[in-house]
T-cell receptor
């Protein structure tokens, strides 16, 4: 199994809603990442978990709250989002926190629309 | 800081044409270099990589050579197909033992016409 699975594929939410994005991998990877990608732009790193501990938070607003319940799962909890948060949210994993020759495995993403 | 510069598209070619997508980088250390491809509605997939100077990465007919002297990692393919239509991202990882992700270029949208 060389897949990173993200659910849901599409999500529409209002600014007062609370929702969660989920990511799962069964490759034994110990590093997991959340990226945000706006249309026609490159992915931007949000969070990195290494061995289930948050190691990188790229100054992401607190309305985004990551969680890593175990080594296979990564969640992103969303609360009180703004329309400008609408984007493709990509999860990725790697065997360890990215060394210079590591490969990232990406999921297909969750397309989020905030109304 | 680290950065990646690549030609912005869209790049439109006819099927069987020769493809070059330019990519140059700046980095403080000795980065590894990557090309990722993103098909419509999907996440990114690693296309090829090179970890040191003069390495050539290759996959699915695509090639790129790590040129330290010109700080470049240009992507080439001898004969493109319609199925190659996608967005291509050049990226680098320059984190040594304390890695925290990839630095991406802005992406090049490639359109191949039959």
């Amino acid at each position: 199994d060389t897949e990173v699975t993200q659910t849901p594929k599409h999500l529409v939410m209002g600014m007062t809603n609370k929702k969660s994005l989920k990511c799962e991998q069964h490759m034994g990877h110990r590093a997991m990442y959340w990226y945000k990608q706006k249309a026609k732009k490159p992915p931007e790193l949000m969070f990195v978990y290494s061995y289930e501990k948050l190691s990188i938070n790229e100054s992401v607003p607190s309305r985004f709250s990551p969680e890593c319940p175990n080594s296979s799962l990564l969640n992103l909890h969303l609360h009180a989002l703004q329309p400008e948060d609408s984007a493709l949210y990509l999860c990725a994993s790697s065997q360890a926190q990215l060394a210079t020759n590591e490969k990232l495995f990406f999921g297909s993403g969750t397309q989020l629309s905030v109304l | 800081g680290d950065s990646v510069t690549q030609m912005e598209g869209p790049v439109t070619l006819s099927e069987e044409a020769f493809l070059t997508i330019n990519c140059t980088y700046t980095a403080t250390g000795y980065p590894s270099l990557f090309w990722y491809v993103q098909y419509p509605g999907e996440g990114l997939q690693l296309l090829l990589k090179a970890t040191k100077a003069d390495d050539k990465g290759s996959n699915k007919g695509f090639e790129a050579t790590y040129r330290k002297e010109t700080t470049s990692f240009h992507l080439e393919k001898g004969s493109v197909q319609v199925s190659d239509s996608a967005v291509y991202f050049c990226a680098l990882s320059d984190r040594g033992g304390g890695a925290d992700g990839l630095t991406f270029g802005k992406g090049t949208h490639l359109i191949i016409q039959p």
